[in-house]
């Protein structure tokens, strides 16, 4: 039970969390190319479709982060229950995990999510989005990214676990 387990938890993992991970990373750059005189509307008329393909990216992004984010809550759950099902739920490496998730978790829901929202709707009102509020986007989904990194790192690391690494 534990392999299928772990297994359902790494494979909840690649779905869920690696597409979020991508797509909050190409949003800021995405937001950066629509031309301010772009209707987010998007039409595909003539000669606009480059430039409303840009708004549909970003779209597309952010509703990827979002929905991919909500899927990522299995991740979590199927990790709890393999850590229950190895006996190492007091393991330091995994608490740590647990933390580092939470703090991810919560950086998307407080931070890029909603930073994401914002420039969405800068476009959908036709005003340009500053470098400086996508630079604060691109770290925060950085500081995700690595969160999620490095835990990562702790799940086939475990230091100082005795299942072996």
């Known amino acids: 039970m534990t392999k299928f387990l772990l297994s359902l938890h790494v494979l909840a993992a690649i779905v869920a969390v690696g597409p979020v991970t991508v797509a909050a990373s190409m949003f800021p750059a995405a937001a950066r190319r629509v031309p301010v005189d772009v209707p987010v509307g998007g039409g595909g008329g003539d000669g606009g479709g480059a430039d409303a393909g840009d708004v549909r990216t970003v779209r597309l992004l952010h509703r990827i982060c979002r929905v991919y984010a909500g899927l990522g809550i299995a991740v979590p759950v199927l990790g709890f229950a393999t850590a229950a099902s190895m006996g190492v739920l007091q393991d330091a490496w995994l608490i740590t995990s647990v933390t580092l998730t939470a703090v991810a978790a919560g950086l998307l829901a407080a ?28 770290m925060f989904t950085g500081l995700f990214n690595l969160l999620w990194a490095t835990v990562t790192i702790l799940m086939i690391v475990r230091p100082g676990s005795t299942t072996g690494a």
Do not use: C, N
């Open 111 to 138: 931070f890029v999510l909603p930073r994401q929202e914002e420039l969405l709707q800068q476009l959908a009102d036709g005003q340009p989005v500053e470098r400086a509020r996508t630079a604060r986007l691109a």
